[in-house]
């Protein structure tokens, strides 16, 4: 063992243990050892960790190399603060002030500091003591570890010149370039002294040294910055780093400055040699480096420019931050180009605050502009007058860029003046811009231009010269209203003498005409007459308007240039009402579905008479009114055709036409087209010879009958065009036709000449032209030949008090089919465009023949038991009828008890349509029938409801059978029990029931519906399955009734054989399996050799399917026992027993089976499961001994153990020269005291 001691406190060498040498020697050896290794050690490893945490110093040990291991002891620099002992139980002693943070490991040998704090920074040192040192220990100096305790930074602050706390990545600023940065950087509270530094980027600023403040084991460091901004600061973190080992990475807290500098350099570009005017102009200006963005002006000359002036100025300015934080402004100045801007100077400057701070001026650029652009005109005189055949002289005078024309046209009134017309004009060309007007004519009157054009474009002027010729007025009648005008309304016109051409267009005098005579000249001044002198003469007020005032009025104008010619007549129309009306229909009295013809008429037809079309005639003309100013007239001609050889009048006029709405019109032109059907219908009865119509004509017209009555609709839509008569007041009119369906489309076919009868006393016969006119339509065209109409008046209709009916618009109306809603008033009046006369109204009575709303059903069936039933039959019929009731074909008679009748005579129902009807209720009094209900046989009848007939219909009946039902009864089937063979189809069964309705059948099978109707047929082959009971159901409306039938399904039989004891016998049972049960049994053996031999059929003992053979005891080989059972059906197929050979084992065998089949199954089972749980318990009880048994010895070894913890750690004799022999052995725990073991010694052994 190698004893080493340390010069720790005066502590002095003993006696060595070492038999080899004397033991001064070795101990003046090792102490000249130690102190030299103790006088040049240098440290074997050095830790760091941060406070508060643990932390492990190892102890290496080899004991390979020293031997084995005594004790060990720790140091903190010169104070020992942990020992251990190591042998059977080791012993540790920590030194008080560590005992709660300081524990001593082995395996490895290692001291764990917890919590560690600053003050555990220290050098470490483990000494270790070996038994028997071996000569290869080179371990005589222990293990030192230099323990760091690192702490890192509470934070990391930079302050401003003004000690403000400056934020981890905030801003600072504004500043300027050249302006001093001031900062202090502050690290608080590290261990160890951290490196402080200043960086911008990569580069380390240069500054003072930092200083380093420790209190209580901490560094506070200080570092301060002094640095002169430039522009290599943009876009740059100034940082301030701090490295230290108590952090992995270094901390790095920084802020940027807004640095703000003025602008590099300015340009401006854009039009490089000149534009056009017109076009879009960019000027496009550029600063760079400046920060902040510049604000930037654009300057035209000396003016500043602003687009809020100027819509068609835009200046679009944007800035974009570079890298390092500078601004490039761009600003676009977009107008378009002007003559104005010719040669002017444009300027971009631009400044930002640093200029301004500085006082410097805002740096710019300028750009010089030439614009081309075409001729600016100017022309005059403004306005010149003048009279026909002057001298008259335009000027025009332009300047442009470029000054050359190339083109010289002149305008009037935005037409191009022909200026090569030498004989009327001189100039207007590039030489000689002026236009001189030779002689003046009214056709010079205008506005004139003149457009001058260049190498760039066209300029025309932008003012006129009103050139003025007056000529004598040319004038038309106007009249407001237009007309015509109802006499009944008393109401004003005005007539205005409206100028067509003239110059100057204001009448100073005008001259009114009636029928060509010389009514009144305005103004009038004279003395009588001052209120008609300072009026307007164009304006003519006709008041109270009547049938006096039906003229052809026309008027003349005078202006400057002298009275102008008189004007064309324009005719003044007044419009009176027609007469009362007269209301008629046919029948009296209408009849129901069918139909009534109404027809209304008038005496007077007023004015215009209510037809639109009459002859060429000359009336009379209507006494005018007397009036102060108007001349009488004697006779009024109106719209009458003037007829030439060339030019042949139709006897078709159009007199009212402009005035009429549409409506009217179409009403006009459908009375023409019914006076043409009834000619057609008269051609018709004449023979086909006289006819002079065309064939396509004949054609159309031969499938419609002359008796049946037009039936009008309204087909579609045509245009009315007159070809010959130009003078007329319409030539085209859109009309819509009314006309038989069967005649639309051939009615009015070729021309003809046709001669007609005097229409009135003040008209004569005249012959029609073959003058056609065209009717236009979608489907094609066709003609027809115009013809003189008599008067087809115009009419309105009203029904129930609601109209006028948009539909009917004729004299007759034909109401068909008349119906409940036929029943009310009709009113009728004649109309035409001076109002409506007086309405006629008649009130229309309708009769219903007998007719059915609820007849009788063809069947009507009633339950036979049933104490309430009746029959309905409710028949329309006004004047009012009478119900009667038959029961096969007699008469029920009021006294008969078993019957009694209702009647009501129901109101009519406007929702269904139906007249007043009649309501008749047989009930029959079941209370009065045999049995009080009806007999199933006897009581069905046929039941007729009869009416009597009315005035405008005969009676009518309506009958129905009776028919007495019942439930289906005596339900039946053919077959109760039905035998069939498996595999195979069973014959139909048939059920039978009676009741009323018939009965419907359905055969079930197991709550199941097989099959409907009354046969069951089975056509799949039946299965063993399929055997049961089968139910007929026969129902109808009023019950149900069942029968049923068995089908037996029979079968071959099969066989199971087991084998039991039966009496002390050894028997085999065959039981048979099969429909009929009753089987016949055969048996037989099957020897080894496939041989066979019978044994006859068993003993069956009172079973029908089963049969018992005993076994014989005798056998001595093994065999096969076969059964076959057979029944009705056939054979089944056999079953097989293995039988072993007899023998003494097989005697033993048959005994334990004999005792083995006394038991019952669940008997069996009881005892199986007690054998379980008998074997469980025994499992149980084994476990819980061997858990007892390794209890009680781990506990004698652990007695064991500590009985022998009182012996000595080393054999006796061993150690008794060690130094501390004899020292009483340690507890099995931490020594309490950490100088108790060592009192009495200040050696201590390592």
């Not at 004991?63 to 104070?79: A, P, R, V």
Request: glycine share 6%; with cysteine; charged share 20%.
């Amino acid at each position: 063992m190698l004893l080493r001691r340390l010069p720790h406190s005066g502590g002095k060498p003993k006696k060595s243990p070492c038999r080899t040498m004397p033991l001064q020697l070795q101990v003046l050896l090792l102490l000249c050892l130690a102190l030299v290794g103790h006088v040049s050690a240098q440290f074997d490893r050095t830790i760091s960790e941060q406070e508060s945490k643990s932390v492990v110093l190892p102890c290496p040990v080899n004991e390979e190399k020293c031997g084995k291991l005594h004790s060990l002891n720790w140091f903190k620099g010169d104070d020992r603060i942990a020992a251990m002992l190591l042998g059977d139980s080791n012993v540790t002693s920590v030194n008080k002030e560590f005992e709660d943070r300081v524990t001593v490991e082995q395996n490895p040998y290692r001291l764990v500091i917890k919590d560690l704090k600053i003050g555990d920074e220290d050098i470490y040192l483990c000494d270790t003591t070996f038994f028997i040192p071996e000569e290869t220990c080179d371990n005589f100096n222990g293990y030192r570890v230099e323990l760091r305790v690192l702490v890192p930074p509470t934070e990391v602050v930079i302050l401003d010149a003004k000690g403000d706390r400056i934020e981890n990545g905030s801003v600072v600023g504004p500043m300027q370039e050249r302006q001093a940065l001031k900062a202090t950087c502050t690290v608080k509270n590290t261990r160890p002294q951290p490196d402080v530094g200043w960086f911008r980027g990569t580069k380390r600023l240069a500054t003072y040294s930092p200083t380093h403040d420790l209190n209580d084991g901490l560094f506070t460091s200080t570092l301060e910055l002094d640095w002169q901004l430039s522009r290599e600061d943009l876009a740059q973190d100034i940082e301030c780093r701090v490295e230290s080992a108590a952090i992995k990475s270094p901390i790095v807290t920084k802020f940027s400055v807004d640095l703000q500098v003025p602008p590099k350099s300015i340009l401006i570009k854009g039009v490089e040699h000149h534009t056009v005017q017109g076009s879009k102009v960019v000027l496009q200006c550029d600063i760079y480096g400046a920060r902040p963005a510049v604000n930037l002006t654009w300057y035209n000359a000396t003016s500043t420019i602003s687009p809020e002036e100027n819509d068609l100025t835009e200046i679009r300015t944007k800035a974009f931050e570079k890298e390092d934080g500078t601004y490039h402004t761009q600003s676009e100045l977009v107008f378009n180009a002007t003559r104005f801007e010719n040669d002017r100077v444009f300027k971009c400057e631009a400044e930002n605050i640093v200029l301004q701070i500085n006082r410097e001026k805002p740096i710019s650029s300028t750009k010089t502009l030439e614009v081309l652009y075409p001729p600016v005109v100017k022309v005059s005189p403004p306005e010149m007058v003048t009279n026909t055949s002057e001298i008259v002289l335009l000027n025009c005078e332009y300047f442009a860029n470029p000054a050359s024309l190339t083109q010289v046209v002149w305008y009037r009134n935005g037409d191009i003046v022909n200026v090569n017309d030498t004989e009327h004009y001189q100039g207007g060309n590039s030489e000689n811009v002026a236009l001189v007007i030779k002689s003046t004519d009214k056709e010079d009157v205008g506005n004139y231009s003149c457009q001058l054009s260049n190498a760039i474009g066209k300029g025309i002027s932008e003012q006129q010269i009103d050139l003025d010729v007056q000529y004598v007025p040319l004038v038309e009648v106007l009249m407001i209203p237009e007309g015509p005008v109802k006499e009944s309304d008393e109401s004003n016109v005005t007539l205005f003498c409206n100028i067509l051409e003239a110059n100057p267009s204001v009448l100073t005098k005008v001259r009114w005409y009636a029928n060509a005579t010389l009514l009144k000249e305005l103004p009038d001044c004279e003395e009588t007459r001052e209120d008609l002198c300072h009026i307007d003469p164009s304006k003519l007020l006709l008041e109270s308007i009547g049938r006096g005032f039906f003229y052809n009025y026309s008027c003349e104008g005078f202006n400057a240039a002298g009275w102008g010619p008189r004007s064309e007549e324009k005719e003044l129309m007044v419009h009176y009402e027609p007469g009362p009306a007269t209301l008629t229909h046919f029948p009296p009295i209408a009849v129901k579905k069918k139909s009534v013809i109404f027809s209304c008429s008038v005496d007077d037809p007023g004015y215009p008479e209510s037809n639109r079309f009459v002859a060429p005639q000359t009336q009379p003309q209507p006494k005018p009114k007397p009036q102060e100013q108007l001349p009488q007239a004697n006779s009024k001609q109106k719209f009458t055709s003037k007829s030439t050889p060339h030019n042949p009048t139709p006897l078709i006029a159009y007199h009212t036409v402009q005035a009429l709405s549409p409506h009217e019109a179409d009403m006009a032109f459908e009375a023409l087209l019914l006076q043409k059907h009834q000619e057609l219908q008269q051609l018709q009865l004449q023979p086909a010879s006289s006819s002079s119509l065309s064939s396509a004509l004949t054609s159309s017209i031969a499938s419609s009958s002359v008796s049946r009555p037009a039936v009008h609709e309204i087909k579609e839509t045509h245009a009315l065009i007159d070809l010959h008569l130009n003078h007329s007041l319409c030539t085209l009119l859109t009309l819509t036709t009314y006309t038989p369906q069967s005649q639309i489309l051939t009615l009015y076919t070729g021309a003809r000449q046709q001669s007609t009868s005097s229409m009135s006393t003040s008209s004569t016969s005249s012959t029609s032209s073959s003058s056609s006119y065209a009717l236009y339509r979608k489907m094609g065209k066709f003609t027809f030949v115009a013809q003189m109409v008599l008067q087809p008046n115009r009419y309105r209709w009203l029904r129930g008090g609601r109209g006028p009916l948009q539909d009917i618009v004729t004299k007759d109306w034909t109401v068909e089919p008349v119906g409940l809603d036929s029943r009310t008033n009709y009113s009728c009046y004649a109309y035409n465009e001076g109002g409506k006369g007086v309405m006629a109204t008649v009130n229309l009575e309708v009769h219903a023949p007998p007719f059915f709303i609820k007849n009788l059903p063809q069947y009507t069936g009633v339950l036979h038991s049933t104490r309430n039933a009746n029959l309905t039959c409710r028949i329309e019929c006004v004047p009012r009828c009478e119900i009667s009731w038959q029961k096969d074909g007699t008469t029920i008679e009021k006294n008969d008890t078993r019957y009694f009748i209702k009647e009501k005579y129901m109101d009519a129902s406007p929702a269904t349509g139906d007249f007043e009807s009649m309501l008749s209720v047989l009930h029959f009094n079941m209370s009065n029938w045999p049995n009080s209900k009806f007999d199933i046989s006897a009581d069905n009848a046929n039941y007729t409801c009869v009416s009597t007939g009315n005035s405008v219909g005969p009676g009518i009946k309506s009958g129905t059978y009776l028919g007495i039902e019942y439930a289906p009864i005596n339900t039946t089937v053919a077959n109760t029990t039905v035998y069939v063979q498996e595999d195979t189809i069973p014959g139909r069964v048939i059920c039978k029931s009676y009741g009323n309705p018939e009965p419907s059948y359905e055969w079930r099978f197991k709550d199941k519906i097989i099959t409907r109707g009354s046969a069951l047929i089975i056509n799949t082959p039946m299965q063993r399955n399929d055997n049961g009971t089968y139910t007929c159901l026969a129902f109808n409306k009023h019950g149900k009734s069942t029968a049923e039938t068995v089908i037996e399904v029979q079968f071959k039989p099969r066989c199971e054989i087991e084998r039991r004891e039966i009496d002390d016998q050894d028997t085999l049972i065959c039981t048979a399996f099969g429909n009929p049960v009753e089987a016949d049994f055969s048996w037989s053996i099957k020897a080894e050799n496939e041989t066979v031999e019978y044994l006859g059929s068993g003993d069956e003992k009172a079973f029908a399917d089963k049969s018992f053979y005993v076994l014989q005891e005798d056998y001595a080989i093994a065999r096969t026992y076969r059964c076959v059972a057979n029944n009705t059906v056939g054979s089944g197929a056999f079953c097989e027993i293995e039988v072993a050979a007899g023998s003494a084992l097989f005697i033993w065998w048959r005994e334990q089976l004999a005792w083995w089949q006394r038991w019952e199954k669940t008997t069996l089972i009881i005892l199986v499961a007690a054998i379980l749980g008998l074997l469980l318990a025994v499992i149980i009880i084994c476990c819980i001994i061997i858990c007892v048994c390794r209890r009680r010895r781990r506990q004698d070894k652990l007695h064991d153990k500590s009985s022998s913890l009182g012996e000595p750690l080393t054999e006796p004799g061993e150690y008794e020269n060690l130094p501390f022999h004899g020292l009483q052995t340690a507890p099995n725990k931490h020594v309490s005291d950490f100088e108790d073991p060592y009192k009495s010694s200040n050696t201590y052994i390592y």
